[in-house]
């Protein structure tokens, strides 16, 4: 039962590197997201994607872009990685975005640091 | 707008006795209510959800919730705390009407269980 899988789990970054955290769900799931975690702030969704094809921003999508690959993998990028991007950051997924109550499933974290 | 409030930082408790980790929100509408968990250097799991019907939602591990609309809370209950609840817990909170939102997160609760 894989549900939802992202890598990698840890990076260090130094400021102005790029990198991709990857991002794919076996539960046949419409909807994707990428959450970022930092203490005292719970979750903020970066970007979404309702619906395989559509990518829309979230509440704090500065400095990041994703890509809806294909129904199953969601990526994230960071261009120009800024300290203030270290951070914990959580891929989940739904079966639709604008369902009754659906619920949100969620990958284990990428624990990543821009130094 | 919708907003969820997550009044104590942290809830410490005995093993064994009742605990209550309190979540008030606010929609403009009726609301989806959430609560996952967290443990330490995982993602979050789902806990259980309320849609409609029961204002007494069960969920897993002997979790349950009461939904009070005249008081927009959503409380999270159990009636014998074990050590291995200790962990962050999440409320979350959807408008029913504004189908084109995510989730919005509380900033977490640490419940502490002491033996």
């Known amino acids: 039962n894989a549900g939802v899988t992202q890598t990698p789990k840890f990076q260090v970054l130094k400021t102005g590197q790029s990198m991709t955290l990857q991002c794919a769900q076996d539960m046949n799931h419409n909807s994707m997201y990428w959450y970022r975690q930092d203490p005292g702030m719970g979750l903020r969704l970066i970007y979404y994607?309702?619906?395989?094809?559509?990518?829309d921003k979230g509440e704090v999508p500065n400095g990041y872009n994703v890509s809806r690959l294909n129904k199953r993998e969601f990526s994230l990028r960071l261009e120009s990685a800024a300290p203030s991007q270290t951070s914990v950051y959580f891929c989940?997924?739904?079966?639709?975005?604008?369902?009754?109550?659906?619920?949100?499933?969620f990958g284990e974290g990428s624990w990543l640091t821009v130094v | 707008a919708q907003s969820v409030a997550q009044p104590e930082d942290q809830v410490n408790v005995a093993e064994g006795n009742p605990l209550t980790v309190k979540c008030t929100y606010s929609?403009?509408?009726?609301?989806?209510l959430f609560w996952y968990v967290q443990y330490p250097n995982r993602g979050l799991q789902f806990l259980l959800k309320?849609?409609?019907?029961?204002?007494l939602v069960k969920g897993s591990y002997g979790f349950e919730a009461e939904f009070n609309k005249s008081q927009t809370s959503f409380h999270l209950k159990k009636p014998s705390a074990l050590v291995s609840d200790s962990a962050l817990y999440f409320c979350a909170v959807r408008d029913i009407r504004q189908a084109g939102t995510a989730l919005i997160f509380g900033k977490g609760t640490t419940l502490s269980v002491s033996s």
């Open positions: 309320y849609i409609t019907g029961d204002n």
């Open positions: 989940a997924s739904s079966e639709t975005y604008t369902g009754t109550g659906n619920t949100i499933y």
């Open positions: 929609v403009s509408g009726n609301p989806y």
């Open positions: 994607s309702a619906s395989e094809g559509t990518t």
